[in-house]
């Protein structure tokens, strides 16, 4: 009998070490039905004076684990969006090290429906089985102790109010506006143009693709953590860049959705445009700007925490 009270007490003992020792890092999970793709976290907004940094963008965890990514040239486009956050968008670079992955922050947006969810999204959205393309997740998780530790470190040295978080990855996007069933006795409906809701005014149709609409599509987003100086996270939020294009026949036909190739990635620093606007910006640039300015606007209109 002593014997199994000493082992108990020692596996007790054991497990609440174990216990302690783990970092739970705070983490956020929203279901999100339609751009703009924000969750208002708390009430409290950035003063117009308020003085912002920027960590440099990274790569998601899932892109980061992606061979396509790897491949990519994404280092470059990466340190095309830090240097235009810091000229274009007047935000001052905070020096924060990740030697892990797991160390840092991560944000997810995109559907659930696709075997991407990270852990830290526990449910998938609950909705009807014919309406896939409304679940969606908006979510994220702080770095471990020593990342905040850093982050707040850097707040406090370079006297700054809060700090942006950017990262770079992809997520899956049904198109909006298909071609529906309403019941076995009745013929399909039209439907609004296919198109994909990317993001702030950003309608991309699916009129040049060949893809099934039906079908879920790679969409490669900028997203972002508002993080005060007490490690309080106020917002987060993302923007989509471009979408993967064109999926083969043979793609469609087994329910596979369209990944984007490494030529694909390859040309969103130079060659993808916003052919729907004045000059044709770069569609990073776009997104990218309306990211931090959502992100930092202390006027936004919201209700139950999402943006009207």
Known sequence: MKKILLTSLLLCGFLFTGFIGLDLRPSFSYEIFRSPYYRLIRKTAPAANAQIGFVAATLDARAMENPTFKDARMPALLEAI????????????????TPKLIDGPDIFLGSVLQGQRPLYITADCPQEKES?????????????????????????????????????????????GKMKRVNALIEKRSAPQAGLDMGTNFWLPMSQKLVATNKPIDVLFIKGFLIRKDGKVIRLGGEGITA?????????????????????????????????????????????????????????????????
């Open 82 to 97: 830090n240097q235009y956050v810091q000229d274009s968008l007047s935000l001052q670079p905070l020096n924060i090290s």
């Open 132 to 176: 896939p393309e409304y679940c969606i997740r908006l979510a994220g998780q702080l770095g471990n102790k020593a990342w905040m530790q850093q982050l707040q470190e850097q707040i406090s040295k370079n006297n700054l109010d809060y700090a942006l978080v950017l990262q770079i990855g992809e997520g899956y996007l049904y198109p909006n």
């Open 244 to 308: 993967a294009s064109k999926a083969r026949f043979l793609e469609q036909a087994v329910n596979i959705s369209h990944e984007f190739s490494e030529e694909e990635l390859n040309s969103v620093q130079n060659n993808v445009r916003r052919e729907d606007l004045p000059g044709r910006p770069l569609n990073w640039q776009i997104a990218a700007r309306h990211l931090v300015k959502t992100l930092t606007n202390p006027n936004l209109e919201s209700r139950g925490g999402y943006i009207k």
